[in-house]
T-cell receptor, first 117, second 115 residues
Framework: GAGVSQSPRYKVAKRGQDVALRCDPISGHVSLFWYQQALGQGPEFLTYFQNEAQLDKSGLPSDRFFAERPEGSVSTLKIQRTQQEDSAVYLC???????????????FGPGTRLTVL | GENVEQHPSTLSVQEGDSAVIKCTYSDSASNYFPWYKQELGKRPQLIIDIRSNVGEKKDQRIAVTLNKTAKHFSLHITETQPEDSAVYFCAASINGGGATNKLIFGTGTLLAVQP
C-alpha cells in the first residue's frame, strides 16, 4: 500500500518568509510525528499527534513553529518568519498505535528539504 | 531527558566481513529500540527493532542485542554487501502507558562496505 508522503520535496524560502509543509500519513494510522534532521545528524523530535490532538509539542524550537492535524489524517507543519537556522530536512512519520503500545513501528516519509536563504 | 549515544560515527569494512554498531541510552524507562537505515537523500527505513522484554533478535544477516542493565544495545550485520552501505541510526523510546512514543535518535554511523 501507499506509504507516508510529504510535499513539497524541496522548498527554498527567503529569510522571513512563511512556509507550510504537508504530510500524508499511512491511512488509518493514529499517531503522527514530525522530526527535524539537520545535515549529518539524526532526526530530532518536534511534535506528536494522536488523531487530531497534539499531545506533545516539546520539541518545537520556537513559537514560529506550528503544527496541526485538524481531521486526524493530513498534517501541516508551518514555520513563520523563516530563519537560516531552520534549514533542514523535515521528516514526518506515522504509526498505527495510539500511545497504548502495540504496533509501535514508525514509518517515515521522504522528507521536505527546506533551504532558507 | 533521554539521550542516545552511538559509536562509531564511521565504519569501513570489506565485503563479507561483519559490522557492529553500538548505542547507549540514558533513560531506564526506555523500552523500544529500533534501528533505521538511511541512504543518501532517502527516508529512514526500519531494518530491525527490539523491545525491552527480549535480549536478542535476529533477521537473516541482521541481529540486535540489548543489555538493559548496562543500557546498551548493538546492531550486528554479518556477511556485509556493498548495498549495506548507508547511514544507520539507533533510537530509543518509551512506549505504552500514555507515553508519546517519540524516538530519540543517535547521531548515526556511516557504514561503507568495500567490494
Amino acid at each position: 500500500g501507499a506509504g507516508v508522503s510529504q510535499s513539497p520535496r524541496y522548498k527554498v524560502a527567503k529569510r522571513g518568509q512563511d512556509v507550510a509543509l504537508r504530510c500524508d500519513p499511512i491511512s488509518g494510522h493514529v499517531s503522527l510525528f514530525w522530526y527535524q534532521q539537520a545535515l549529518g545528524q539524526g532526526p530530532e523530535f518536534l511534535t506528536y499527534f494522536q488523531n487530531e490532538a497534539q499531545l506533545d509539542k516539546s520539541g518545537l524550537p520556537s513559537d514560529r513553529f506550528f503544527a496541526e492535524r485538524p481531521e486526524g489524517s493530513v498534517s501541516t507543519l508551518k514555520i513563520q518568519r523563516t530563519q537560516q537556522e531552520d534549514s533542514a530536512v523535515y521528516l514526518c512519520a506515522s504509526s498505527l498505535a495510539g500511545g497504548g503500545g502495540g504496533t509501535d513501528t514508525q514509518y517515515f516519509g521522504p522528507g521536505t528539504r527546506l533551504t532558507v536563504l | 531527558g533521554e539521550n542516545v549515544e552511538q559509536h562509531p560515527s564511521t565504519l569501513s569494512v570489506q565485503e563479507g566481513d561483519s559490522a557492529v554498531i553500538k548505542c547507549t541510552y540514558s533513560d531506564s524507562a526506555s523500552n523500544y529500540f529500533p534501528w533505521y537505515k538511511q541512504e543518501l537523500g532517502k527516508r529512514p527505513q526500519l531494518i530491525i527493532d527490539i523491545r525491552s522484554n527480549v535480549g536478542e533478535k535476529k533477521d537473516q544477516r541482521i541481529a540486535v542485542t540489548l543489555n538493559k542493565t548496562a543500557k546498551h544495545f548493538s546492531l550486528h550485520i554479518t556477511e556485509t554487501q556493498p548495498e549495506d552501505s548507508a547511514v544507520y541510526f539507533c533510537a530509543a523510546s518509551i512506549n505504552g502507558g500514555g507515553a508519546t512514543n517519540k524516538l530519540i535518535f543517535g547521531t548515526g554511523t556511516l557504514l561503507a562496505v568495500q567490494p
